[in-house]
T-cell receptor, first 114, second 114 residues
Framework: DQQVKQNSPSLSVQEGRISILNCDYTNSMFDYFLWYKKYPAEGPTFLISISSIKDKNEDGRFTVFLNKSAKHLSLHIVPSQPGDSAVYFCAASGFIAAGNMLTFGGGTRLMVKP | GAGVSQSPRYKVAKRGQDVALRCDPISGHVSLFWYQQALGQGPEFLTYFQNEAQLDKSGLPSDRFFAERPEGSVSTLKIQRTQQEDSAVYLC????????????FGPGTRLTVT
C-alpha cells in the first residue's frame, strides 16, 4: 500500500514556463512534507519542506503548496530552467506516530527544454 | 562542509557473497538512516540509528541484512549471502535531529548481484 504517490512519472516543460509536480498521500499521521531533487548517480538533494501548520512555503523559484483536506501537495518551479531537469521525489514524515523514516513517492522525471 | 559520503560507490557481488557498505555521515549529525532504492522507484526505509543505538530496523527485508554504528558516527550495512533481489542502490542519510526533519543523503552504493 503506497502511502505517498506521484502519479505522473514524467513531465516536460519549456524553459521559462512553470513546472508543477504533484504528490498525494494517504496517511493522516504525516505532518511534515519534503521535496528532493535527484540527478543521475547522485543521492537525493533536499529542496524544500512544509509543515502541516502551513499551506504554502516559498524559497526562491520553488514554492510548495499543501492541501491537507485533499491530502495533496504540489511543487511549483517558476521560471523553469534546463538545470532543473532531474527526478523529483516528494517525501512525508510525522513528528508523532508515522514511523522513524521518510516515506517517499515513486518520483517524477522533469525535463526542461531550452 | 563535507556531506554524507558512502563507499564503495559501486559493488558487484556474486550470489552468496557477503558485502559491507560504509557510510560517513555529516559530522555532528545524531541520526543516521539507510534506504534501499530499486530502479525506477523511490527510496525505501531500512533502518535508523540515533547515535549508536539502532532504534528502528523494521525495514530490513530479511535477517541477512545487518547494520551497525558502534561509535555513533560511521555506519556499516552488511548483507550476508547476497541474492539477486538485493541488487539496488543503498542510500545513507543523516539528520541533525530526528527522523521527521530534513535528511541529507549520500551518493549511494549501487550493488549488483550476479
Amino acid at each position: 500500500d503506497q502511502q505517498v504517490k506521484q502519479n505522473s512519472p514524467s513531465l516536460s516543460v519549456q524553459e521559462g514556463r512553470i513546472s508543477i509536480l504533484n504528490c498525494d498521500y494517504t496517511n493522516s499521521m504525516f505532518d511534515y512534507f519534503l521535496w528532493y531533487k535527484k540527478y543521475p548517480a547522485e543521492g537525493p538533494t533536499f529542496l524544500i519542506s512544509i509543515s502541516s501548520i502551513k499551506d504554502k512555503n516559498e524559497d526562491g523559484r520553488f514554492t510548495v503548496f499543501l492541501n491537507k483536506s485533499a491530502k495533496h501537495l504540489s511543487l511549483h518551479i517558476v521560471p523553469s530552467q534546463p538545470g532543473d531537469s532531474a527526478v523529483y521525489f516528494c517525501a512525508a514524515s510525522g513528528f508523532i506516530a508515522a514511523g522513524n523514516m521518510l516515506t517517499f513517492g515513486g518520483g517524477t522525471r522533469l525535463m526542461v527544454k531550452p | 562542509g563535507a556531506g554524507v559520503s558512502q563507499s564503495p560507490r559501486y559493488k558487484v557481488a556474486k550470489r552468496g557473497q557477503d558485502v559491507a557498505l560504509r557510510c560517513d555521515p555529516i559530522s555532528g549529525h545524531v541520526s543516521l538512516f539507510w534506504y534501499q532504492q530499486a530502479l525506477g522507484q523511490g527510496p525505501e526505509f531500512l533502518t535508523y540509528f540515533q547515535n549508536e543505538a539502532q532504534l528502528d530496523k523494521s525495514g530490513l527485508p530479511s535477517d541477512r541484512f545487518f547494520a551497525e554504528r558502534p561509535e555513533g558516527s560511521v555506519s556499516t550495512l552488511k548483507i550476508q549471502r547476497t541474492q539477486q533481489e538485493d541488487s539496488a542502490v543503498y542510500l545513507c542519510a543523516s539528520s541533525l535531529r530526528g527522523p521527521a526533519y530534513e535528511q541529507y543523503f549520500g551518493p549511494g552504493t549501487r550493488l549488483t548481484v550476479t
